[in-house]
């Protein structure tokens, strides 16, 4: 399945994409991908739902560079 990227820069705050898409996107394993997301939806940055991450606190995640 391809889903087209939804996100920043696209007028949504959601990405509909696998996290293996993901993973293969910033050369990282799925898991580790997964970890971060249950990190940052644990901190209220992002809501986690099956095939869609929607970002929350964009100004948090932005603070993470």
Do not use: C
Not at 7 to 19: A, E, F, L, Y
Not at 48 to 62: S, V
């Amino acid at each position: 399945m391809h889903s087209a990227p939804t996100g920043p820069g696209t007028g949504s705050d959601t990405i509909r994409m696998p996290r293996e898409r993901i993973a293969q996107h910033i050369s990282s394993a799925r898991e580790a991908v997964a970890r971060m997301l249950k990190n940052f939806s644990e901190d209220g940055l992002v809501e986690l739902k099956r095939g869609a991450i929607t970002l929350r606190d964009t100004d948090g995640l932005n603070h993470l560079k």
